[in-house]
C-alpha cells in the first residue's frame, strides 16, 4: 500500500449503511490502546486529524475518542463520520471545539488536503464479504498522513472483548487481542470478535487458529498464577506465547489485558 494520490470525492459515499450499534464506552480498549502505542505520533502532527469512521446511531464513540486522544495529544481534532445522513444529524449538536460530524463513507471526505493522521473504524466492516476487505483497507490507507495509522477491528456490545488490526500506509502491522480479563474462561473466547479479514480464517491449518491453540494452552499451563489474579495469570501467559510468536508488546500493555502479535504470523493462508 504506497499509493500517496488523494483520490477524488464521489458524490455518493462509499459502503453501505451499518446496524449502528453503538454503547458509551464501548471502544474504551481500543481508544487506550491508540493513545498508548500513536500517541506521540499525534503530538509531533502537525493539526493532527482523527477520524472516527461508522461511529453509528449515536455519537457516543466519537465524543470519547477526543477527550481520550487530547490527553495524550492536546491539539488532535475529531471528526466523525457517517454513511447514514439522519445520524449525522443526530449528532450535530454535539459538535464543539476540536469535534465535527460529516455525511460519507470509505472516501473519508475532509476539508480540501486534509489528510488524517489517524482513522479507526470499529465494528463497520463486519457485514462486509471477506473479499472486501483488502480494497476497504487499500482505500483507507490511501487517505492517511504520511505516519498515519488504521485501526479497524470489532467488539461486543460492551466493549469487554475487541479484537483489532493496526495498519500503516504500507499495510497491516499488528493484529490486537484486548478483554476484561475478569470475564475471560479462555482466551479462544476472543475468537468471535476477530476482524472480518481472520474470523472466517479460524480453522485447521490457519495461522490465527494455530495461535488461539496455543494461547489457549498457554493459559491453562499458567492456571497456578489464577491465585495471584486474572492479570498475572495473563502477563504469565503472554511470556509463554512469546517463546513461539512474535509479540509486539510487552507488560506494561499485557497488564491492561491486551497482547498485540505481529501481522505476519497470523496472515491468511493462501
Request: hydrophobic share 40%; charged share 25%.
Amino acid at each position: 500500500m504506497v499509493s500517496r494520490s488523494t483520490p477524488p470525492s464521489p458524490k455518493r459515499p462509499v459502503g453501505t449503511v451499518t446496524r449502528g450499534t453503538t454503547n458509551p464506552n464501548r471502544l474504551r480498549r481500543m481508544d487506550r490502546w491508540i493513545a498508548a502505542a500513536h500517541g506521540a505520533a499525534l503530538r509531533r502532527a502537525d493539526a493532527p486529524v482523527a477520524v472516527d469512521l461508522g461511529y453509528g446511531a449515536a455519537p457516543w464513540t466519537a465524543v470519547e475518542l477526543l477527550a481520550r486522544l487530547r490527553e495524550a495529544a492536546p491539539a488532535v481534532r475529531v471528526v466523525g463520520i457517517e454513511i447514514e445522513p439522519a445520524r449525522v444529524a443526530g449528532a450535530k449538536p454535539y459538535e464543539r471545539e476540536g469535534l465535527s460530524f460529516r455525511h460519507g463513507g470509505f472516501e473519508v471526505p475532509l476539508e480540501r488536503g486534509e489528510r488524517p493522521a489517524l482513522i479507526r473504524a470499529a465494528n463497520v466492516l463486519r457485514q462486509y464479504d471477506e473479499e472486501q476487505v483488502a480494497e476497504v483497507w487499500q482505500r483507507l490507507c490511501d487517505r492517511l498522513a504520511p505516519g498515519g495509522l488504521l485501526v479497524e477491528g470489532t467488539c461486543d456490545e460492551i466493549g469487554r472483548r475487541h479484537v483489532w488490526v493496526a495498519l500503516g500506509p504500507e499495510g497491516p502491522r499488528t493484529v490486537t487481542f484486548a478483554t476484561r480479563l475478569g470475564s475471560l474462561e479462555r482466551p479462544s473466547d476472543l475468537a468471535e470478535r476477530l476482524p472480518k479479514a481472520l474470523i472466517h480464517r479460524n480453522v485447521p491449518g490457519e495461522p490465527v487458529y494455530a495461535f488461539l491453540r496455543d494461547f489457549d494452552r498457554a493459559w491453562a499451563a499458567a492456571a497456578p498464577y489464577a491465585s495471584y489474579g486474572a492479570r498475572q495469570r495473563w502477563i504469565r501467559t503472554a511470556r509463554a506465547l512469546a517463546a513461539d510468536w512474535p509479540l509486539a508488546d510487552g507488560p506494561v500493555r499485557w497488564r491492561q489485558g491486551e497482547l498485540t502479535v505481529r501481522w505476519e504470523a497470523l496472515r491468511p493462508a493462501g
